[in-house]
């Protein structure tokens, strides 16, 4: 693949003879760049993505003004391309891109993209673990980094491997569900990855219209019974629960999840949320959608509950 790779980055930077700037190509530099990559198979294609993640740390090292930022929009061009590159090139680039600033399209680039393939071809044990070793190799800091590690965190719950959990780690609430849901197989299993793929990492408080469009399907796949009985087989009941490992989004899609199917004991476990201590702060991801849950509540329970949250929320 790198030898490969390196042939068509040759190729395709030698096809570019307008100026390309420090920052980036100039609009004629681009439209040869777009036409050389248009023209090149599939493989190839998928080879030259590769190659740019390899080369591009070389590249900034060196000083190369020019074939860098060819490289660095190379990669978006394609990124952006239908096929996008197949899952070994993923695993690849996941694996060895190093990123020292932590910001940019080259550092999201590849995470959706992996993203995006699991989605669309469901979950893979190799690129899950891909994605881990990625997002744990990044800088700290930055919104961007910040964004890949919750998503990241999040799709731990479907990891079957527990040989890793040990202590405190162990007692999270978002672990307790993974470690139940690797209990889970067959096409409810399946059903479960898709939900959880089908999860945005994001600070929405209220239920969006699409969620409910993309979680109803696989719910009515899974059953509403089945659907009610994990979730309150998985529920937090405290006194003090952990939401470290992005928990509190689990928490909050599972919500949303009780509200879209009709669930006759969700009154009680939302209500159960009111009277936890949650650790390691206050979650507004996990109070206001319980709160908004509650809100056509008319028992002394469910109206105190939502009283409670309420305050946890304004205080």
């Not at 019974?225 to 006194?239: F, I, Q, Y």
Request: glycine residues 8%; contains cysteine; proline residues 6%.
């Amino acid at each position: 693949m790198l030898a490969a790779g390196a042939d068509v980055a040759d190729r395709v930077v030698a096809a570019v003879t307008a100026e390309v700037h420090q920052w980036g190509p100039s609009e004629e530099a681009r439209a040869q760049l777009e036409s050389a990559i248009a023209a090149l198979p599939v493989e190839e294609r998928s080879a030259l993505f590769a190659a740019t993640y390899d080369q591009m740390p070389q590249l900034r090292d060196a000083g190369d003004r020019r074939r860098g930022p060819l490289m660095y929009a190379a990669a978006g061009i394609i990124g952006n391309k239908r096929p996008p590159p197949d899952e070994a090139v993923l695993v690849h680039v996941l694996r060895t891109g190093r990123h020292d600033c932590g910001h940019g399209l080259d550092t999201r680039l590849p995470f959706d993209l992996a993203f995006d393939h699991l989605r669309d071809r469901g979950w893979s044990p190799v690129l899950g673990e891909a994605i881990q070793a990625y997002a744990a190799g990044l800088p700290t800091g930055g919104t961007v980094v910040q964004s890949i590690k919750r998503s990241a965190d999040l799709l731990l719950v479907l990891d079957r491997d527990l040989d890793g959990l040990h202590g405190a780690e162990a007692a999270w609430w978002i672990n307790t569900v993974r470690s139940a849901l690797a209990a889970v197989d067959g096409d409810e299993r399946v059903q479960w990855e898709r939900l959880v793929l089908a999860m945005r990492i994001g600070e929405q408080m209220t239920m969006p219209k699409t969620w409910v469009a993309r979680a109803t399907p696989i719910l009515e796949a899974i059953g509403p019974k089945v659907v009610g009985s994990r979730l309150a087989e998985w529920w937090p009941r405290g006194p003090k629960v952990s939401l470290k490992g992005s928990g509190a989004q689990l928490l909050k899609h599972l919500i949303w999840c009780l509200g879209i199917v009709e669930h006759p004991d969700r009154e009680a476990l939302v209500t159960v949320l009111a009277h936890i201590e949650w650790t390691p702060k206050r979650p507004m991801a996990v109070l206001k959608p319980a709160a908004e849950a509650l809100t056509g509540s008319t028992s002394d329970s469910g109206l105190a509950a939502r009283d409670r949250l309420r305050s946890a929320i304004e205080d």
